[in-house]
């Protein structure tokens, strides 16, 4: 037999002080693993660059705001008649917004529930515990493969003027 592959569904949760200037941060990755209903919301390590990026948050509201919705996913007790992450996901307006779910088939899925949280969140996590380029490169590379696009990974072309132009993905 071939390898099991289990079905993730994951979203993006980001913080946006202003709809119109358009910046956001990254604070949580929520996951979703469709063959046994196992739900995961994995929010930033350090609070501490959400309120650099607006010192106008309310700390105590938003630190108390996300653990609730955080438990409100991985229970299913708030928002219980909403069993898929696309419905949990689109009640989230305004400052705080996911994005549109993604689904991946990955080989195991604690690993990549970690995996991807380091990658969303990386600027939240102590340098110790961050993935390094080699390891963000293999993440990507990851998905590329499970997306089923067609790259090439380390490549190089020559410019218009003979110079070298390396790239890690194309």
Same mark, same amino acid.
């Given at each position: 037999?071939?390898?099991?592959?289990?079905?993730?569904?994951?979203?993006?949760?980001?913080?946006?002080?202003?709809?119109?200037?358009?910046?956001?941060?990254?604070?949580?990755?929520?996951?979703?693993?469709?063959?046994?209903?196992?739900?995961?919301?994995?929010?930033?390590?350090?609070?501490?660059?959400?309120?650099?990026?607006?010192?106008?948050?309310?700390?105590?509201?938003?630190?108390?705001? *996300?653990? =609730?919705?955080?438990? /409100?996913?991985?229970?299913?007790?708030?928002?219980? %008649? $909403?069993?898929?992450? !696309?419905?949990?996901?689109?009640?989230?307006?305004?400052?705080?917004?996911?994005?549109?779910?993604?689904?991946?088939?990955?080989?195991?899925?604690?690993?990549?529930?970690?995996?991807?949280?380091?990658?969303?969140?990386?600027?939240?996590?102590?340098?110790?515990?961050?993935?390094?380029?080699?390891?963000?490169?293999?993440?990507?590379?990851?998905? *590329?493969? =499970?997306?089923?696009? /067609?790259?090439?990974?380390?490549?190089?072309?020559? %410019? $218009?003027?003979?110079? !070298?132009?390396?790239?890690?993905?194309?």
């Amino acid at each position: 037999g071939g390898v099991i592959k289990l079905k993730i569904e994951y979203s993006i949760l980001r913080y946006r002080p202003d709809l119109f200037i358009g910046e956001s941060i990254n604070v949580g990755v929520c996951f979703h693993n469709l063959e046994n209903d196992s739900r995961d919301l994995k929010l930033i390590k350090s609070y501490h660059r959400l309120f650099s990026f607006d010192d106008e948050l309310d700390k105590e509201f938003t630190i108390a705001s *996300l653990q =609730s919705f955080k438990e /409100d996913w991985e229970s299913g007790s708030l928002f219980s %008649g $909403n069993a898929t992450l !696309k419905d949990f996901t689109k009640f989230f307006v305004t400052e705080f917004y996911f994005s549109k779910p993604k689904t991946v088939d990955v080989k195991q899925y604690k690993k990549y529930v970690e995996d991807t949280a380091k990658y969303y969140l990386n600027f939240s996590y102590g340098k110790s515990e961050k993935h390094n380029k080699k390891q963000k490169m293999n993440y990507v590379n990851t998905y *590329l493969k =499970s997306s089923g696009l /067609d790259f090439k990974r380390r490549t190089s072309l020559n %410019g $218009n003027f003979s110079d !070298k132009l390396s790239f890690d993905f194309i």
